[in-house]
Nanobody, 120 residues
Framework: QVQLDESGGGLVQPGGSLRLSCAAS????????MGWYRQVPGKQRELVAT???????NYADSVKGRFAISRDNAKNTVYLQMNSLKPEDTAVYYC??????????????WGQGTQVTVSS
């Protein structure tokens, strides 16, 4: 069993910053790619940013230059630094990770979601 625990969401004014964290725990042999997605009511969940086990990153066009994803492999943790936040960034943010629970057993896991609200 693998659990992803997210933290760092909240209410922030436009132009402000937040840092999300997501720690993986449980039966972990190794972790592959990790990422952040977001969803607003009535819309599909969309990719925000991903980071490979080697540190290669990928961002949605809407957040490039404002958000930065990073990871600490020793802590099985992924971060999302969000700067210059806009009202349209308001959403529930979900952490995602590809985890090997044994060298041959792979699964994709999701966190419970954390609300980010950008409003004055």
């Amino acid at each position: 069993q693998v659990q992803l625990d997210e933290s760092g969401g909240g209410l922030v004014q436009p132009g402000g910053s937040l840092r999300l964290s997501c720690a993986a725990s449980g039966s972990i042999s190794s972790i592959g790619a990790m990422g952040w997605y977001r969803q607003v009511p009535g819309k599909q969940r969309e990719l925000v940013a991903t980071i490979s086990s080697g540190g290669s990153t990928n961002y949605a066009d809407s957040v490039k230059g404002r958000f930065a994803i990073s990871r600490d492999n020793a802590k099985n943790t992924v971060y999302l630094q969000m700067n210059s936040l806009k009202p349209e960034d308001t959403a529930v943010y979900y952490c995602n990770a590809g985890v090997f629970t044994t060298p041959r057993t792979y699964g994709t896991y999701w966190g419970q979601g954390t609300q980010v609200t950008v409003s004055s």
